[in-house]
């Protein structure tokens, strides 16, 4: 590869055909994480005082755009909050739950909204629950009870303990973490992973006896800069390797001192990362003489800037639903979760589930006002517009030479970022494609000649001659996508431009 001069787009060669398959598109890969942090539940998902709200108290607007965001799992209850809560806080009449201190963000929680409601939410948005259970401050025997309340059926105490509060079916719920950012000095019942593997192993083996086809998530490095990054998850994996059927992965992206070059670089570090706990993972698979491949939950990512988090600080007073880390996204910052997808799914032969944090406000693609609108912020865009579209398999893009950019942090670094998934049922191909380039536009030279008949359908690209542009409740859609004519396939071939910094999707069928 080599340099390009920027005034001259440069074409890149890619080559698809749907023989070249990676793996299944996994619904999972489309999944968000709500934590009772700052102001993503209250005032968020749940404002009993808002015109919107139904007569759960849920917001109906914030709802209409979950949905549309087209989220598919949801991981509840944290996050840093889970490892100092008691479950059994957030169940049964609301005016008899008590309010507590929650440690981990400094706040008051009322514990108005807990399982129930956050079951009631879920379906009512059409998404899975993913729960974790506290393995912080409590343990084996608080998780197997939190299970026996959630799901089964009756003639126990517990059970019968849900039906009395007004749930008669199981909510059913299929996915859990076992616990959150164990190997986290910050984490409220912080462990070694020694510590932490054999409690984990000894959870998942109490809550399979009480139902073994349990999908369990393991806790893995909080992020690949963790001192004891991948030594941590060998540990973990050897106590509970056949006990579990996931691993988890959490990173966040910001840009540091300025450095756009390397930000928009920033999803090399995911690949990175996923491509060491792989390895990780098949090293004790091998040592374990396991028959099992381990999967990766990727259930904490995004765009978040913790610098300036950190430099605000929590609030010194103890307060309910306090703001904090309500970032205003930019069109940097949607490109880098755009190639987040990208690289998630690329990856989806290993990475069978992940959660963009936050949903609402904190960290979050979509923002509310207290009484007020709820609006898309920029990166609510390429994760709409991806999980809508992505269907049937992901297929492996070969790319011809193409410009590259040096980084400080990740080295040379291709200026394309794509992926392509192939839907055979609808006869539909999409190409997802970043450029990561902050003054070259790039020329995709598409090879379609294993795509007789394809025509493209839809282009939308995401960009702004301003990168640092934002949406806000007063121009809540300064940005969004751009639908462009579509180009058209000349003898198996298609040109699609990538203007300098920018998120693009093309959507090609036969028909339609």
């Given amino acids: ?40 539940v209250y005032t968020g998902l749940y404002e009993p005082d808002h015109p919107t709200a139904d007569e759960r108290g849920l917001r109906r607007d914030v709802l209409d755009l979950v949905r549309e965001q087209g989220v598919s799992v949801v991981r509840y209850p944290g996050g840093n909050f889970v490892s100092g809560y008691r479950w059994e806080d957030g169940v049964g009449p609301r005016d008899q739950r008590p309010t507590r201190l929650d440690p981990a963000w400094h706040s008051i929680e009322t514990n108005a909204f ?17 729960l974790a259970v506290n393995l912080g401050t409590r343990g084996p025997r608080e998780a197997m009870d939190l299970l026996e309340y959630a ?33 986290g000095p910050w984490q409220l019942g912080h462990q070694t992973a020694d510590e932490y593997g054999r409690r984990a192993a000894e959870t998942a083996r109490g809550m399979r006896m009480i139902d073994p086809d349990l999908e369990l998530v393991v806790c893995g490095s909080s992020g690949p800069a963790m001192p004891t990054f991948a030594a941590w998850e060998a540990t973990v994996l050897e106590h509970t390797y056949d006990q579990v059927d996931y691993v988890s992965a959490h990173l966040y992206f910001e840009e540091q001192d300025g450095d756009l070059t390397s930000f928009l670089a920033s999803s090399v570090e995911m690949d990175r990362f996923i491509g060491d706990i792989v390895a990780t993972c098949d090293h004790v698979r091998a040592k ?33 639903a306090p703001s904090l880390s309500e970032d205003d996204y930019t069109v940097a910052d949607a490109v880098v979760v755009g190639s987040s997808l990208i690289t998630l799914l690329r990856n989806s032969d290993r990475v069978t589930a992940a959660c963009q944090a936050q949903l609402v406000n904190t960290i979050a693609a979509i923002r509310a006002e207290p009484l007020g609108p709820a609006w898309r912020q920029t ?12 269907r049937g398999t992901v297929l492996r893009v070969e790319c011809g030479s193409g410009p590259v950019v040096e980084t400080a942090r990740y080295g040379e670094v291709p200026l394309l970022d794509v992926v ?29 000649r294993a795509f007789p008949g394809y ?29 462009l004519p579509g180009p058209a396939v000349d003898q198996g071939r298609l040109s699609v431009m990538l203007p300098s910094v920018s998120w693009t999707m093309v959507r090609l069928a036969t028909s339609g």
Wanted: with cysteine; aromatic share 10%.
């Fill in 1 to 40: 590869m080599t340099m390009v001069d920027p005034a001259v787009p440069r074409p890149v060669t890619v080559h698809i055909d749907p023989a070249f398959v990676v793996a299944p598109v996994r619904r999972r890969t489309f999944g968000s994480f709500v934590e009772h942090m700052g102001r993503c």
């Fill in 114 to 130: 807990g399982l129930d409601e956050f079951v009631s939410w879920a379906r009512s948005a059409g998404v899975e629950p993913m």
């Fill in 151 to 183: 799901n089964h059926p009756g003639g126990t105490q517990l059970s019968d303990l849900r039906r009395a509060h007004g749930r008669q079916a199981p909510y059913d719920i299929r996915m859990w973490c076992l616990g959150n950012e164990m190997d």
């Fill in 288 to 320: 374990t003489r396991s028959g099992k491949r381990m999967q990766i939950s990727f259930d904490e990512w995004n765009v978040w800037y913790m610098r300036r988090f950190l430099a605000e600080g929590v609030p010194t007073e103890w307060v309910r």
């Fill in 379 to 390: 990166i609510f865009y390429p994760f709409a517009y991806t999980a809508r579209h992505a």
């Fill in 420 to 448: 392509a998934t192939h839907d055979d049922d609808a006869d539909q191909l999409v190409i997802f494609a970043v450029n990561r380039g902050q003054r070259e536009s790039l020329v995709l030279d598409i090879d379609l």
């Fill in 455 to 483: 025509r493209v359908v839809e282009q939308c690209v995401l960009t702004d001659p301003d990168v640092r542009a934002a949406n806000t409740s007063a121009q809540p859609d300064r940005v969004r996508p751009q639908t």
